[in-house]
């Protein structure tokens, strides 16, 4: 191979000291090394490099000075760079064409991983993500047939154990949800408000355990309601509004004296938000956030979730007080609603078949926007990735990276310690 000659002027003295690994005003590519030569002319000394096919380390430093450096390039003698690459070959069969006339070409932008990663949009973190987790009063983790991967926990092993591994991963809120035994529960769900329930104790355990964890709870009472309903049933099958609302009240206070962090009532009562705020108030937990579960609607997708918790309606269906999935604008009334009685985060429920709503909501309300991936759509991509159909991880992360590009800034999801995982690299 070819040398090039570096002329430096120097001394003996550093020339004696000279390693012949080291040079000047060089950087090999990975493939080359640079082999130092001393030679002797009648006039000056001169540096000769010589470029092989190998390099087994970095570059190091001759010991000569800026000023050295810079008279050498002032007087001609530039240091050789690596050469231009050449410019790739296209396959055979190419046709030549001229360039299209462009000012502007999107993909310059899309060129590369780092050039992407600079100009990214949306990020997805583990602290976005919150928990949902299904607890009962045994001792042992039950497995959820129909979200594979999913478990009714034992309220002080298997949920504290797994919080313990989210939090481990950086996911450090978490919603509850209660499988209740069927002889506690009634028409009126009094149970919601027992003090020393099961929701109740096991804020109180997990407070203990990790003060600064984040917990959130569910407001309805479908999992208490011998009817399966979120309110209470009139005799005619018509769901009782105001009544109902009284029984929230007290199931949230409750929640609340337990040490919940935030209280999200799920039921879609009309004017349940301030009447809860109100609760809260007086008895002393204004510090208490409440999530409204502001749009959620009247939605197929949560056959899954019923199961996890036994709690599907004994009769008929919930849409005279779930929302419509057909309708968008009604997503308005119900935020403007939640918003004047005090909610502190409005939540969208399904989450990816509703990314419309989300972005509605999202631009017309400066609150914190929540969306709930639900039992559904996990099960779906659990379902698909097992069959090979898809490939799990990266739909699981799509998906949730499509909430957070329609404007949620918490995302409610069983998918939440597997997704954490993969933002920390790790292997499952």
């Known amino acids: 191979m070819a040398s090039s000659v570096f002329h430096a002027p120097c001394g003996a003295p550093s020339i004696k000291q000279l390693e012949c690994q080291k040079y000047v005003g060089l950087r090999p590519s990975v493939t080359l090394r640079f082999n130092c030569v001393k030679t002797k002319t009648v006039t000056a000394r001169r540096l000769v490099v010589t470029a092989s096919k190998s390099h087994d380390g970095a570059s190091k430093k001759l010991g000569i000075s800026d000023a050295e450096c810079e008279a050498a390039v002032v007087a001609g003698n530039i240091p050789e760079a690596p050469p231009v690459p050449p410019k790739p070959a296209a396959p055979a069969g190419t046709p030549v064409v001229p360039s299209l006339p462009l000012s502007r070409r999107p993909r310059r932008n899309r060129k590369s991983p780092a050039m992407r990663a600079s100009f990214q949009e949306t990020n997805l973190s583990p602290a976005n993500f919150v928990y949902p987790l299904f607890i009962h009063e045994g001792e042992e983790d039950t497995p959820i047939g129909a979200m594979p991967g999913c478990y009714r926990l034992g309220w002080r092993h298997g949920l504290v154990q797994e919080v313990a591994k989210a939090r481990d991963v950086g996911v450090n809120s978490v919603v509850l949800f209660p499988k209740v035994p069927d002889a506690l529960k009634s028409p009126t769900g009094d ?50 509004n105001d009544e109902t609302v009284h029984q929230l009240c007290k199931q949230a206070v409750s929640q609340a004296r337990a040490g919940a962090d935030v209280v999200s009532p799920s039921d879609m ?25 502001t749009a959620k609607y009247a939605s197929s997708f949560y056959g899954p979730f019923r199961e996890a918790l036994d709690s599907n309606p004994r009769f008929g269906d919930k849409k005279t007080y779930q929302m419509n999935p057909a309708n968008y604008r009604e997503a308005l009334v119900e935020a403007q609603a939640d918003e004047s009685e005090g909610a502190d985060i409005l939540l969208v429920k399904p989450g990816l078949p509703y990314l419309d709503v989300i972005r509605l909501l999202r631009d017309k309300y400066p609150l914190p926007i929540a969306a709930y991936q639900v039992s559904g759509e996990y099960s779906m991509i659990k379902a698909g990735g097992a069959l090979k159909m898809i490939d799990e991880q990266r739909v699981m992360m799509e998906s949730l990276m499509c909430l957070r590009r329609a404007g949620a800034d918490i995302i409610l999801t069983y998918f939440a310690l597997q997704a954490a995982r993969c933002l920390c690299g790790e292997k499952r």
Do not use: C, W
């Not at 355990?205 to 209470?232: C, E, F, M, N, Q």
């Open 191 to 240: 149970e919601a408000y027992n003090d020393n329930g099961l929701v109740p104790r096991t804020i109180r355990l997990l407070k203990d355990r990790y003060p600064d964890l984040v917990i959130y709870t569910d407001v309805a009472l479908d999992p208490y309601s011998s009817d399966g309903h979120d309110g209470i049933v009139r005799e005619d099958g018509v769901i009782m």
């Open 269 to 293: 009562m009309d004017g349940r938000v301030g009447a809860i705020r109100a609760a809260l108030d007086a008895e002393g937990f204004q510090h208490v956030s409440i999530m409204s579960y």
